[in-house]
């Protein structure tokens, strides 16, 4: 399959693993699992941005392997690190997500890779995990940072 068609598919999973943490009230979960100071506003920006991230990924695949391969880092990275990783955690306790970061994500995330490798090589994958660690560590930051005296608008 062609990187162009994968990074498509990538942005269609990715929307529906939103569908899936909206469902199953990923906001709750978060606060109660994670410890995140989240709001469905926070959920809600946050995941448009995403989307926005997955088109501007697909439309330059061709042009640009980073893109995709970043986009499905980010894919590897939030299935692993805020689904699996958390579900093992909380003993079973179910995360809104689990589902389509097991079955779309990490498939993907490994087709991506496997198809984009031979022709960029593992400099360019390197490069991907870290501006996917950045882009999924940003919006965690600025929730904790948001309740710091320097940063509130009263």
Known sequence: MMLT???WLGLAAYAAHILEEHTFDWRNWARGVMGLPVE???FYVTNAV??????VQAELAAALPLAPLSF???MLINAVVFHILPFIRARGR???GLITAVVLFIPLGIAVI???LPAVGWGTLVAAFAVAAVIMAYPV?????KSKPFFRQT
């Open 5 to 7: 068609t994968l990074a």
């Open 40 to 42: 469905w506003t926070d």
């Open 50 to 55: 995403v989307i926005v991230l997955g088109i």
């Open 72 to 74: 499905a880092m980010l």
């Open 94 to 96: 179910f995360s809104p």
């Open 114 to 116: 496997y198809t984009a």
């Open 141 to 145: 930051v600025m929730l904790n940072a």
